[in-house]
């Protein structure tokens, strides 16, 4: 089931990001420790209660040059078509403005649920100032501390409400799931088009042209798939087109729902930051990836080009070294048919389980070989694996004390498994517990 998606919109200075980091926790405030992982904070995952959700932080969408009052319409324009619900934040201590008046005319033409929350209520005596809100027409508004966390369950309750009762679409185990994701114009459609042999989504050299994550049932060489087309949407004469950010939130929807993840590239532009972006949030779903050259006939080549982009994606996609590259050209059809083999195998890899017996031979194996090193007198020691998951792959190290598995050894210990069991294409993820 997709997950229902929350956006803060507002004026500038009233907390949005602040209630964002707040919502979303510690996910948002680690540190990733795997190198090339880029940071985004426009959007997230989050939980309350029993609801998973995403999140949006509109403050996040930086548009160009715009006026300031355009640049809030268009930001709450893509919060608008994106979310199911709207938070709408306001300051309490300056009370309402003309801002909150402009961003409230545009939220009038929305169908969207709106929650009205009134921030910087730090303290119960302060809530007399959220009366002036009722004004905005959104109902009651909600009172809130984002420097506190106060306020932030009631709110939550509320947009909770308002999540869409929607069933996902239900495939069979045995249907492989593939999303083709990136930044607009690097030829997701025309890659689809081809696979399907017939122009089913509409292609345009304008970014932007797909109004709507796309599932294709596809049938191939006695294997049924569903191809979810995620070109970037934009709606006609309106501002998509304009940040790149936007292709993220459409990115991140498909991703939810895929098995394996086709990270498009444009050869003609090379890698771009945005690119290591949408590739980070696949790679932290756990989702099977390929990456995919697209546009590669319209490249000027020696016998090392191919070599070069090669160690230029390994460079800048250090934390996807398990995906496997291929180059294609969608208009040529230049390799285009050993896509699918290769999404059959990395598939195949991502929902593979070891059996425990040989796991733990070859665990036992790499630490004979490479000991684990003392730390303040205290060796780590490692009594037992076992493989707890699959999509992705995952396993749970016992130990005699998890915290002195350090990073560079559990690596090491992941390598050693990767070495052993194609993994290719898929992440593995260990976990490492204390033996009871």
């Known amino acids: 089931m997709t997950k229902p998606v929350i956006a803060i919109v507002g004026r500038p200075n009233v907390g949005k990001s602040t209630i964002f980091n707040r919502i979303v926790g510690e996910r948002i405030s680690i540190v990733e420790d795997v190198p090339g992982v880029t940071r985004d904070r426009i959007y997230s995952s989050a939980e309350w209660l029993t609801h998973d959700f995403n999140i949006i932080d509109t403050g996040g969408i930086e548009i160009g040059d715009e006026p300031f009052l355009e640049q809030i319409r268009q930001q709450a324009e893509i919060a ?9 934040m306001t300051n309490g201590r300056e009370g309402v403005t003309a801002a909150d008046e402009e961003v409230a005319k545009i939220l009038y033409k929305t169908k969207k649920p709106v ?30 501390s984002g420097s506190h966390g106060l306020g932030l369950g009631d709110l939550l309750d509320e947009a909770a409400k308002h999540f869409p009762k929607e069933e996902d679409i239900g495939y069979g185990d045995e249907v492989i799931k593939f999303s083709l994701i990136g930044r607009p114009n690097v030829g997701k459609s025309s890659l ?19 109004r709507d994550a796309i599932d294709t049932p596809y049938h191939y060489d006695e294997q049924d798939y569903v191809i979810i087309d995620t070109a970037g949407m934009r709606k006609k004469g309106k501002v998509y087109e304009s940040t790149e ?32 972006k949408i590739a980070g949030y696949a790679h932290e779903a756990g989702k099977a990836v390929i990456i995919v050259v697209n546009k590669w006939d319209t490249i000027e080549k ?5 070599k070069r982009f090669t160690d230029d994606i390994r460079e800048n996609f250090l934390f996807l070294d398990y995906a496997p590259i291929i180059f294609v050209s969608a208009n040529t ?29 070859v665990i036992e194996d790499a630490v004979v070989r490479n ?43 992941e390598n050693r498994i990767r070495e052993t069991f194609d993994f ?12 009871t």
Do not use: C, W
Request: net charge negative; no cysteine.
């Open 115 to 144: 929650v009205l929350a009134v921030n910087k209520i730090d303290n119960p005596d302060m809530r007399e100032m959220i009366y002036d809100f009722y004004a905005l027409g959104f109902g009651e508004p909600f009172p809130i």
């Open 192 to 210: 689809v088009n081809t696979f399907l042999g017939q122009d089913r989504v509409i292609v345009s050299d304008v970014a932007g042209t797909t």
């Open 80 to 88: 608008m078509d994106e979310a199911d619900v709207i938070v709408f």
């Open 302 to 306: 020696d016998d090392k080009t191919m």
């Open 245 to 276: 950010k936007y292709s993220v939130l459409r990115a991140l929807r498909a991703i939810e729902r895929s098995d394996v993840v086709l990270i498009v590239l444009n050869a003609e532009e090379g890698i771009q930051e945005q690119d290591k």
């Open 333 to 361: 059809k230049q390799r285009v048919h050993q896509i699918l083999p290769i999404i059959n195998r990395v598939s195949e890899n991502h929902a593979m389980r070891i059996q425990s017996s040989i796991l733990n031979e």
């Open 371 to 413: 000991p684990a090193p003392s730390d303040k007198g205290k060796r780590l020691r490692v009594y037992y694996t076992t493989q707890a998951a699959i999509k992705p792959p995952t396993f749970i190290v016992f130990v005699n004390e998890p915290e002195l598995m350090h990073f560079s050894y559990e690596r090491f210990i």
């Open 424 to 435: 290719e294409g898929t992440p593995i993820r260990l976990i490492t517990r204390a033996r």
